[in-house]
């Protein structure tokens, strides 16, 4: 058994979507507004902040399209590989959309390098990163990310799509991980 810790409550996630949503509605180019912003998300993490994002950029004013990269750096556990694999590519064409990459959390920065590469390497008309937590403390890569939801110290946490071997994704909130010290 484990004890999980809420470190960030799903009333402050839902809140700062919403200011985020304004951020990036302010930020988009005028054109960005003739036609809907592709939201990209590396699968699975991004999964439950594309969902409650799209519905706060609706409300800023943002039309948007969904669409999901297959990207894995973890496996199983709780450190990453160091590489990024590819499990599955984008559906919908890039060239010339503005881009919103979203990603759940951004930690050593290997992932969301390879995905912002791939997706630049399309000709997006712009590209700009959103990330619910950002935990410099475990930087490898140094990536441009616009948009930063919570920053937050070098502990493990799940909920709001970030996981332990797949679990956990689903809680609404964003919990500190302690494993139980007899398990």
Do not use: C, W
Not at 23 to 32: D, G, K, Q
Not at 131 to 157: A, N, Q, S, Y
């Amino acid at each position: 058994m484990a004890t999980i810790d809420v470190m960030i409550s799903a009333d402050e996630i839902s809140n700062r979507l919403d200011a985020l949503a304004e951020e990036v509605a302010a930020a988009l180019p005028p054109e960005a507004r003739t036609s809907p912003v592709l939201m990209i998300g590396p699968l699975k993490g991004a999964v439950m902040v594309m969902a409650d994002l799209a519905r706060a950029l609706h409300r800023a004013g943002v039309d948007t399209v969904m669409d999901f990269i297959g990207l894995s750096s973890y496996g199983a556990g709780t450190v990453s590989k160091g590489t990024v694999t590819m499990t599955s590519d984008l559906s919908i064409e890039v060239a010339g959309r503005h881009v919103l990459l979203v990603d759940d959390i951004v930690d050593t920065g290997r992932t969301l390098h390879f995905a912002q590469a791939h997706i630049a390497a399309r000709g997006p008309a712009s590209l700009r990163t959103l990330v619910v937590l950002d935990k410099p403390e475990r930087r490898v890569v140094e990536v441009p990310v616009e948009h930063v939801g919570f920053t937050i110290p070098d502990v493990f946490v799940i909920g709001y799509g970030t996981d332990l071997d797949q679990r956990y994704r689903e809680l609404p909130y964003v919990g500190l991980f302690r494993p139980d010290s007899d398990s």
